[in-house]
């Protein structure tokens, strides 16, 4: 990596302990508020992509480990990564890994619109939401003894916010492409 | 603006390796899953909620870091209890809530500098490989202390903007301002890194 790489990691991952510092935004049209600090592994993919954008993720899982309050709510320590969601935190580094991969394959700067977007919000879900949830529900079902199925039902509820952050990390995605494109550099 | 979660304090756990620390750790993680027996989970909980006080945290302050993942830690027993047995719930709640607390203790009694330390040494037999390098890392977490507060100032006046203009605060307004603000300085802080030799092979 060049030194602008590992700034670029370094802001993104400070970008994201900001997000969780400040109180939860509340989307218009939905009364629930989100934090947008678990728009992270989504939104590093998208914007600086799979090398990068892991590298952030983990760096920021680093700070968490070393004894920093850095994730939503002032959460930070080791024992976050005992706890029983330990692999959702996890699943953001190999998540933010997929959605930048399949974000620098299918997206073009001159590509339409549309296109753009369907291609950042696949890489959303697939990378922030289908490979996120494989680790963390193998970790879940590691934790939780024998009623892991059940368990690992019940965490659905948290899909129909997930998808509406797949949605904005893929707008946040081709507005940062417009405005200062950093997707396809090499890292 | 961003502070550590060690408490300062001279207690055996003070004392002890960071290695150590982790070593006795991971055993304890392991030793914990591989029984049921409550008459050993039981004890493990009291002993990890004695050496977590025992930090000099005091009960608030312990509390208070400890009750996210205490709850999450709640919820996986209580389904158990539904689902399975109380048996194997009790027994669940006993081994993971003893897990967090180990954990939560290693934290309290082990500073940043001594955590890095030990990173940057773990990191050694990945630098050889070429893969990493532990100074890049100790860049990285410097570089992410030392802007957060810009950024957080920066979020500040986005949202002032919007107030002005009388909008609300919605994450895409707020996100794409934020990012691309924040990630246009890369290139100038990369060059004062470059400048001052920082990153000499």
């Not at chain 2, 001594?114 to 630098?127: G, H, K």
Request: positive net charge; aromatic residues 6%; hydrophobic residues 60%.
């Amino acid at each position: 990596m060049t030194t602008r790489d590992i700034v670029l990691v370094a802001l993104f991952a400070a970008i994201m302990i900001v997000l969780g510092l400040i109180p939860p935004v509340t989307l218009g049209f939905i009364p629930v508020p989100i934090t947008a600090q678990s728009l992270g592994p989504m939104l590093a993919g998208c914007i600086i992509g799979a090398r990068r954008g892991a590298a952030s993720m983990l760096l920021l899982l680093l700070l968490v480990a070393i004894g920093l309050p850095v994730l939503s709510g002032g959460r930070g320590g080791l024992a976050v990564f005992a706890g029983p969601t330990a692999g959702y935190l996890v699943g953001w580094v190999v998540g933010a890994f997929v959605t930048g991969l399949i974000a620098e394959r299918f997206v073009r700067e001159g590509q339409k619109e549309v296109l753009q977007l369907a291609a950042f919000l696949g890489a959303a879900v697939i990378g922030g939401i289908l490979v996120n949830y494989l680790f963390g529900l193998a970790w879940l079902a590691h934790m939780s003894g024998k009623a892991f199925l059940e368990v690992s039902l019940a965490s659905a509820v948290f899909l129909p916010g997930d998808l509406l952050k797949a949605a904005i990390a893929a707008l946040a995605g081709r507005a940062v492409l417009a405005g200062y494109p950093l997707l396809h550099q090499r890292a | 603006m961003l502070n550590g979660l060690d408490i300062e304090g001279r207690t055996l756990l003070h004392r002890l390796p960071v290695r150590g620390k982790l070593v006795l750790l991971f055993t304890a993680a392991i030793l914990l899953f591989l029984t049921s027996d409550l008459r050993i989970l039981g004890p493990a909980l009291a002993a990890a909620a004695v050496l977590f006080l025992s930090t000099g945290i005091g009960l608030r302050e312990a509390f208070r870091r400890v009750r996210f993942v205490l709850f999450t830690v709640a919820l996986v027993a209580a389904a158990n209890y539904v689902f399975v047995s109380p048996r194997e719930a009790a027994a669940v709640l006993c081994r993971l809530s003893a897990l967090v607390l180990l954990a939560a203790a290693v934290t309290a009694t082990t500073g940043i500098p001594a955590f890095m330390d030990e990173v940057a040494r773990l990191l050694a037999p990945f630098e050889r490989l070429g893969l990493v390098r532990a100074a890049d890392v100790s860049l990285a977490v410097g570089l992410v202390i030392r802007f957060v507060p810009e950024i957080l100032a920066r979020y500040g006046e986005i949202s002032a903007a919007h107030k002005a203009r009388g909008l609300p605060v919605r994450p895409l307004t707020l996100l794409t301002p934020l990012v691309i603000l924040t990630l246009k300085d890369a290139d100038t802080i990369a060059m004062a890194i470059d400048a001052r030799g920082f990153r000499r092979h």
